[in-house]
């Protein structure tokens, strides 16, 4: 292998800890995981020689992920055209983003998620995003770039050089969703169930066309259409007798009501109508784009069957605030509740809402691996289909839902065996009524569990996982049910009833159960009494909060938290891991879930059951922004301080779409109406204000809620306060209003105005942190947390400096980290000297109150990494000049490799040498600020006293 790669440390001989052969027997100690993924990389070529994996520390939960694929060419055994053709199989499975391919002069890398290039069908262009020569005089800065540590640590993805290589719109997956999409409305799928079922069918028998299973009867298609050697030729020139025989054999040969297509009415010319549209559809030249459709760009011989079945997702109806469920997070939750080497392969599975199986059939290749590797061998039909049928159920609302999730199956099914045995051997069941059950989880779900347990002593099932549709209303049955049951649902949030019934009633008493649920969950007011009774009855060991990250299932509103628990009552002092995740490149792109050292927070079973603010807490920070919450949440409120005085508190008005009249209001016609839009620079602006149409609005229980004086506090524009004092002003829901209800209040009103403006900045951001609303951008503050607010007797809330801190980087950093993720400043902005200091100072006064002596001698940016040093004396403790240092220059000052470790994992770490302190970060301001300062100081307290003790 080359000079080069060996620089980028990739190579056998230089390269870190994750890299491993393809081709070689490999140590006992690798992972399952890892093993699965050297297993498909031999399937899909012998020319790849290893994969990078970057690792994560055991607690970690995330498992191994492979980040490159990297192929030793300096022989020239493979020419462009080769590698063209091989760069597309990788781009097609989508598996590992990063292609390296090591020359005798140079490293060629090239993206497996942005794309190969291609004009027509099967005319693939290699083209490289970067080559590395090495003579290039820049090669030191591009070693750097593309370094083993850089992927190691995924600082990667986060370079801004690096964009072209993390374009998910041009991946192969999402352009085989677009063109689907495309065919579907070409054929008017939506409106007709025939043409949109021939459309899947037609999928599935490419998917066999390229798994080569017809090979085994050759002119299998020519025998329906004369010269056919494909499906889709069977389609343009066929008929619709022949397209019946066709799928008539294919039924007769592999059973299941696999490749059932009633006419349902239709004549035969019709029917050869719709074979010929669907063959223009899915035809072989170009879109207007340039790009080829699918049946000539897609080899689905490459394609994960989890990934066809995400795709598939686009023909199950969704709602508004549903979305497809990425492989991404679908991995993520498996990895919780069946890591591979936790299985003994014959555990029940079961999915309360289907969809089109992504999770069923992600579950069954799972199952299928871990027996293949207990048995050594490959599983045959027979054996794979009793894995099936005893293992895989599921519940859908809709038939063709269902359909689509046995069609799915049947490809993972095949996925496992040899294309000649699928065409002799396998016989699928009929899943619809056997494993997969339609209706909802109160009027069929029994049937699931009855189907489970007709082979199995133990009653239920051992894994529950899924993502409940996030629906709004519950079906009637579900409705029944709570009533038989007096139990409330809240929000009609069918997620809610699944969760609670599956953990209750379907789930084993040793199982575990992983399920998506709306961020509501955690994070409203109406869920607490919910929350409270839900985390009383259930151990739940992780949650998993992605309320931070904005289109993770394709649509932006969409905000979830993934539950894990278990059905044994808890214990109170259960530990439950609350995982904050964040919206960075990687995440936004599907290759990785980043998560770092401060994103993990702990909290007791207890805690989650009595402190509904603890989430809201861990997502602005967490630490001791616990122990300030707490504090501020046992304050008198603004509430409280209303009714002591007396005062009047009133919700603003909402405005009817239609003209309905309504009872008379007790204000005069023609009241003038504040809306947001007639607040200008703090002001109001009597030219912009409306009038308050009593035919359009609702009466007031209060009549003197709209008499000055008043204070109006806006709910929208971050707690903006105005003081009017000139005539009866109405004002929309946007605002919340307090008056007084005796004229002699005047003056006690304006000092309460004058202490609120004063303290408008720590208002903002306690009802940030203690406020169930202003998780999304734009999203309007609750007035019953506007009127919790706490509120100091005298308007002094004396506060530590330390409790100023945190409540500023909440207001000023935190709030726009939850809603713009990457776009944020924490996460766009780089370090200043300016930073650095505030942090340092910020550490050293805590910190000094243990350790009175400490000092910081000097902090040093490395790429993308900062080193602080601090002393524990007062002496001078020489520090190196590393400025120019490489990492490995670095980690031989150090002594340890365990910096490396700490940072790939979680980006944070604090070496102890002699008398020195060295904390190491990367150089984003998100690790930077004075509230991480705040942690950082009780964590390093919490090492020192780790270390004496084991001294």
């Known amino acids: 292998m080359s000079e080069i790669l060996h620089q980028l440390r990739l190579s056998p001989e ?22 699965r993924v050297l297993d498909e990389t031999r399937r899909i070529s012998r020319d790849i020689d290893f994969v990078f994996f970057r690792h994560f520390s055991e607690t970690d939960v995330r498992t191994s992920q492979p980040v490159a694929y990297i192929i030793d060419n300096t022989s020239g055994k493979l020419d462009n055209r080769k590698l063209a053709r091989l760069h597309h199989a990788l781009w097609l499975n989508g598996t590992v983003p990063l292609l390296y391919v090591d020359n005798a002069d140079s490293v060629d890398i090239l993206s497996c998620i942005a794309g190969p290039a291609a004009k027509k069908a099967k005319n693939w262009n290699y083209l490289p995003l ?16 593309f370094s083993a540590f850089c992927l190691a640590d995924g600082t990667f993805w986060e370079n801004d050089l690096n964009k072209s290589y993390t374009d998910r719109k041009n991946s192969a997956h999402n352009d085989l969703l677009e063109k689907i999409k495309q065919a579907d409305r070409k054929i008017l799928g939506v409106t007709d169930p025939f043409v949109r079922r021939l459309l899947l069918i037609t999928i599935l028998v490419k998917y066999l066309e390229d798994r080569g299973v017809f090979k085994a009867r050759k002119e299998f298609f020519s025998e329906y259409a004369t010269g056919a050697n494909s499906f889709y030729e069977v389609l343009r020139s066929g008929t619709a007798k022949s397209l019946e025989e066709l799928l008539g054999c294919l039924e007769s040969r592999f059973n299941g009501n696999v490749f059932t297509l009633e006419r349902n009415g239709k004549t035969g010319g019709l029917i050869r109508k719709l074979m010929k549209e669907m063959a223009d559809a899915v035809q072989t030249d170009t879109d207007r784009n340039g790009r080829s459709y699918f049946w000539g760009i897609y080899d689905f011989n490459y394609i994960p069957a989890e990934v066809i079945s995400y795709v598939c997702q686009y023909f199950t109806p969704k709602n508004e605030n549903s979305g497809f469920t990425p492989v991404l997070l679908v991995n993520l939750m498996l990895d919780q509740v069946m890591a591979p080497g936790d299985l003994n392969g014959g555990e029940k599975i079961f999915d309360p809402a289907c969809d089109s199986g992504i999770f069923l059939v992600s579950a069954f290749r799972r199952l299928v691996f871990v027996n293949q590797q207990r048995k050594n061998r490959r599983l045959d039909a027979r054996e794979l289909m009793e894995l099936l049928r005893t293992a895989i159920y599921g519940m859908e609302l809709r038939e063709e839902d269902a359909y689509i999730a046995k069609i799915c199956l049947f490809m993972a099914v095949c996925d496992a065996l040899q294309p000649e045995i699928v065409w002799e051997k396998l016989k699928f069941c009929d899943l619809i009524g056997n494993n997969i059950f339609i209706g909802d989880i109160a009027k069929k779900g029994k049937n699931a569990l009855t189907a489970c347990n007709a082979s199995k002593a133990i009653k239920g099932f051992d894994i529950i996982l899924g993502n409940p549709p996030f629906a709004e209303s519950l079906p009637q049955t579900v409705i029944k049910d709570l009533k038989k049951a007096r139990i409330n649902m809240p929000l009609n949030q069918l997620p809610y009833h699944v969760l609670a019934s599956c953990a209750r009633t379907y789930l084993c008493e040793n199982g575990k ?57 808890p214990r109170d002092n259960n530990s439950i891991i609350h995982l904050t995740f964040r919206g960075t490149i990687s995440t936004d792109e599907k290759i990785c879930f980043e998560l770092n050292h401060y994103d993990y927070h702990y909290v007791s079973q207890a805690e989650a059951k009595d402190r509904e603010f603890i989430w809201k807490v861990n997502l602005l920070g967490g630490g001791r922004l616990k122990q300030l919450a707490k504090h501020l949440k046992a304050a008198p409120t603004i509430n409280d301080f209303i009714k ?28 003038p109406l504040l809306t947001p839009d007639a607040v200008v620079c703090h002001q109001i602006d009597r030219q912009l204000l409306d009038t308050a149409d009593t035919g359009r609005i609702k009466a007031l229980k209060n009549k003197f ?26 004002y929309t829901d946007e605002f919340v209003g307090i008056n007084i209800s005796e004229n002699d209040g005047k003056n006690e009103l304006e000092i309460f105005f004058k202490d609120f403006t004063e303290n408008i900045q720590t208002l903002r951001a306690c009802l940030l942190l203690l406020g169930f609303g202003t998780l999304t951008a734009g999203e309007a503050a609750h007035t019953k947390d506007i009127m919790n607010l706490p509120w100091p007797q005298n308007g002094n809330f004396d506060l530590l400096p330390w409790e100023t ?35 340092s100072q910020t550490f050293l006064r805590l910190i000094n109150k243990s350790y009175p002596k ?11 990494l900062v080193f602080m040093f601090f002393s524990f004396s007062e002496k001078d403790d020489p520090v190196p000049e590393i400025d120019g240092f490489n990492h490995e220059q670095i980690m031989q000052y150090i002594g340890s490799n365990e910096y490396v470790k700490f940072l790939q ?22 690790y930077w600020i004075r509230s991480i300062a705040v942690r950082d100081v009780d964590d390093t307290i919490t090492d020192i006293l780790k270390r004496k003790k084991h001294r």
């Open 14 to 35: 230089s390269c870190l800890d994750g890299l491993m052969a393809v081709h070689e027997k490999q140590l006992a100690d690798i992972s399952l995981t890892e093993q």
């Open 130 to 145: 970067d080559k590395i020569y090495k003579d290039n005089k820049n090669i030191s800065d591009q070693i750097k770039r």
């Open 513 to 569: 159960l992983c399920m998506v649920q709306c961020c509501d969950f955690l994070y409203s007011t109406n869920t607490a009494s919910m929350r409270s009774g839900f985390f009383g009855k259930f151990t739940v060991d992780r949650i998993f909060d992605f309320a931070s990250i904005n289109g993770l299932f394709e649509n932006e509103n969409t905000k979830a938290v993934v539950i894990q628990l278990r059905k044994k009552r």
């Open 644 to 671: 002591l005085n007396k005062w009047c508190a009133q919700n603003g008005i909402k405005a009817r779409k239609n003209t309905v009249k309504t009872k008379q209001a007790d204000w005069p016609d023609n009241t």
């Open 705 to 730: 809620a709209f008499l000055p004086p008043m204070i109006i506090i806006s709910k929208v524009n971050s707690l903006e306060a105005l003081f009017w004092d000139d005539g009866f002003l109405a």
């Open 805 to 839: 801190e945190l409540l500023d980087d909440v207001r000023d950093y935190m709030d726009d980290y939850i809603k713009y993720g990457q776009i944020s400043k924490l996460l766009k902005i780089r370090t200043t000297d300016d930073h650095l200091e505030n942090y």
């Open 854 to 864: 400490m000092r910081m001698n000097k902090y040093v940016r490395n790429g993308n």
């Open 905 to 926: 994992t979680l980006h944070v770490t604090r070496i102890f040498s002699g008398n020195t302190l060295i904390v190491i970060k990367p150089d984003n301001l998100r």
